[in-house]
């Protein structure tokens, strides 16, 4: 009987064990393939739904996919620190910086299939960073401000768009609109009239096309209709204060009731082409054993990640082909602005992307100091 006990307990153990191996198998393991991400950058629960599809879709051999977001692109460095994720959600500016130091890990092998524009741009798409889709700049509006003025919200150009702006200041005494970004708005207008923003003043400023849409602005800031960049602009469009601001399309899926959004209005003679900022996933190599896991989840990435899904995360796709009618008809959130994904470029940012940050700030303090 003792005999009996004993070999009954031994596999009570055993299957014990082995529900727990399952347990974990289905879990990744005990180690997980770490994805940090910057709160606000994408929709959360888009980017929750990624993870979920990922990992019930992945083998065991795999670990799963797990996310931890940061309040803020501070609170991300900070931590960046002392440890590091498997995997950093970030845009093509940011992927280059890290990649320029050193800071980036490779894959064995190149994943997914990519458009030569932005391997051309990004020279380690595919090994170290897996790019997903685009923030484009949109100008957002506040609906019952514009309707209250008088002000449709079709504007036909850039031009039609400061006239207005000059209207509502000679009415109410009060700026008409702002953005979130200005080099974004200045990279975009000056490749719809054919010049590839350098970033680099002496450059840039001989260009007829990018001082024709700086100087748009800084006469617009000089006369008191646009509102130089601020954090809080979106908010004060929501608050009726401001009745226009220019956003990244990222911000779509969260926008407040009330506010409605359209296409940015380009100069006149502008070629409807979009330059936009570039998000994926870059590879930290931060733990060398998890780099299979990475390789993976790219490979999924390249098999599963649909136009669909980007337009989700509020992002235009990374893919060369149109969105179908079915999946306009969907109403999903970016599809009157991506109709033609052919229509986004992909330029070599180079220059301009390595500038890009000091340059944001120089010409927000110029603007600052016209208004």
Same mark, same amino acid.
């Given at each position: ?28 393991? *005990? ?11 994408? +929709?959360?629960?888009? %980017?929750?739904?990624?993870?979920? +599809? ?68 990004? =020279? ?27 002000? +449709? ?26 953005? *979130? ?10 490749? *719809? ?7 680099? =003043? ?34 004060? @469009? ?23 959004? @359209? ?42 990640? *649909? =136009? ?23 109403? @999903? ?14 330029? =070599? ?17 110029? %603007?600052?100091?016209?208004?």
């Amino acid at each position: 009987m003792k005999k009996i006990l004993t070999a009954a307990l031994s596999c009570v153990a055993a299957l014990l064990i082995f529900i727990l191996y399952m347990k974990l198998s289905d879990d990744g393991s *005990s180690q997980k393939l770490n994805l940090w991400y910057v709160e606000g950058d994408v +929709s959360l629960s888009s %980017l929750e739904a990624l993870a979920e +599809s990922y990992n019930s879709q992945r083998s065991r051999d795999s670990y799963a996919l797990s996310l931890q977001g940061f309040e803020t692109e501070e609170a991300l460095a900070s931590a960046f620190e002392t440890q590091r994720p498997d995997l950093l959600l970030c845009s093509y500016t940011r992927a280059a910086s890290l990649g320029s130091r050193g800071q980036l890990g490779s894959v064995d092998q190149s994943v997914g299939d990519y458009l030569p524009e932005i391997e051309q741009a990004l =020279p380690f798409a595919g090994q170290s960073f897996f790019p997903i889709g685009s923030r484009v700049p949109i100008l957002v509006f506040n609906t019952s401000v514009l309707e209250e003025a008088g002000i +449709s919200s079709d504007f036909e150009n850039l031009e039609s768009f400061i006239s207005a702006a000059q209207d509502y200041l000679e009415k109410t005494g009060s700026p008409f609109f702002s953005a *979130s970004g200005l080099s974004p708005l200045l990279c975009t207008w000056s490749a *719809s009239l054919g010049y590839q923003l350098k970033g680099r =003043p002496e450059l840039d400023a001989i260009d007829e096309g990018f001082a024709r849409c700086y100087n748009t602005l800084a006469s617009a800031a000089m006369e008191g209709s646009f509102l130089p960049p601020g954090e809080d602009r979106l908010e004060m @469009t929501a608050a009726g204060l401001l009745p226009c601001v220019f956003v990244d399309s990222s911000l779509l899926s969260g926008l407040p009731e009330g506010l409605g959004y @359209t296409t940015l209005p380009l100069p006149e003679n502008g070629e409807a082409v979009y330059v936009p900022d570039i998000i994926g996933f870059a590879v930290t190599g931060a733990n060398t054993y998890a780099l299979p896991s990475v390789q993976a989840f790219g490979f999924w990435l390249s098999r599963s990640f *649909s =136009p669909e899904s980007a337009l989700q995360l509020g992002l235009v796709p990374a893919v060369s082909t149109p969105l179908s009618q079915e999946s306009r008809d969907a109403g @999903t959130p970016l599809a009157d602005i991506s109709i033609d994904f052919r229509q986004v470029i992909y330029p =070599p940012l180079g220059e301009f992307a390595e500038n890009r940050e000091e340059m944001e700030l120089s010409l927000c303090r110029a %603007l600052d100091l016209l208004y």
